[in-house]
């Protein structure tokens, strides 16, 4: 089997990816494996940012990659923290950081209107300076809370409340989340385009 490149730093999502994956026999390696030197995301938008980051891998390894640029738009944010996800807090930004800035700023919204949604894109390069990426969008709508709840997933998943019950992301398994979320829907587009290459 080829092998591909995962252009990701993010060991929560090589851990989604991976589990999504493997149930089709498909086994990617993380860019750290290889020593690759992480991309500058200068996108102002996820597909920009995907493409960087898998040309990125695919140019330093010369291995086919994929790559995953994902985050939260919040509506009454008029789309924050969106490409700058996990970067918000500023510099020394992590992912607590990032929630607690992202609970604050959302604090004095009335629940009806704290309407958002995770997007992912994720793009596959079957080589560096391939001009068809193969590109794939999907997104995960929610309501955020102001509490955190839960333990599982990352990021903002535990102020994530899944429509129509009373769960966070972050309550919930993760072969709940990787049937439900932006990046399974995402990951299951660009697997049927990758299907017939792989299972030749
Ligand atoms: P790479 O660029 O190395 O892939 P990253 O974490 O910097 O890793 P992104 O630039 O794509 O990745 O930013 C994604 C951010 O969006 C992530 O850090 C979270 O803050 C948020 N995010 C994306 N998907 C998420 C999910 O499934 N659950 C919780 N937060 C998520």
């Known amino acids: ?24 026999g498909i086994s990617v390696s993380p860019q750290n494996k290889y020593n690759v ?15 960087i980051k898998a040309r990125n891998a695919s140019k330093q390894t010369g291995l086919p990659a ?7 738009e919040v509506d009454a944010l008029m789309g924050e923290p969106g490409v700058y996800s996990s970067r918000y807090y500023g ?7 990032n929630l607690l800035k992202l609970i604050e700023n959302i604090r004095n ?39 955190p709840r839960g333990t599982n997933g990352f990021g903002y998943d535990p102020i994530f409340l899944l429509p129509d019950e009373s769960l966070t992301a972050a309550e919930i398994s993760m072969e709940r989340k990787n049937s ?15 299907r017939p290459v792989y299972e030749k």
């Open 180 to 194: 439900l979320s932006h990046r399974a829907k995402a990951l299951k587009m660009l697997l049927e385009h990758l």
């Open 91 to 97: 510099p020394g930004a992590n992912d607590e950081k």
């Open 37 to 51: 030197t992480e991309a500058e995301e200068t996108g102002t938008t996820f597909v920009e940012n995907a493409i």
């Open 109 to 147: 919204v009335p629940q009806e209107k704290r309407t958002c949604r995770y997007w992912c894109v994720m793009v596959y390069m079957s080589h560096f300076r391939s001009p068809t990426p193969i590109i794939c969008q999907a997104s995960w709508e929610g309501y955020l809370i102001d509490k």
């Open 66 to 72: 994929i790559a995953d640029d994902s985050g939260i």
């Open 1 to 24: 089997m080829k092998e591909i490149v995962l252009a990701t730093g993010n060991m929560h999502k090589v851990k989604e990816i991976n589990a999504m994956l493997s149930t089709i």
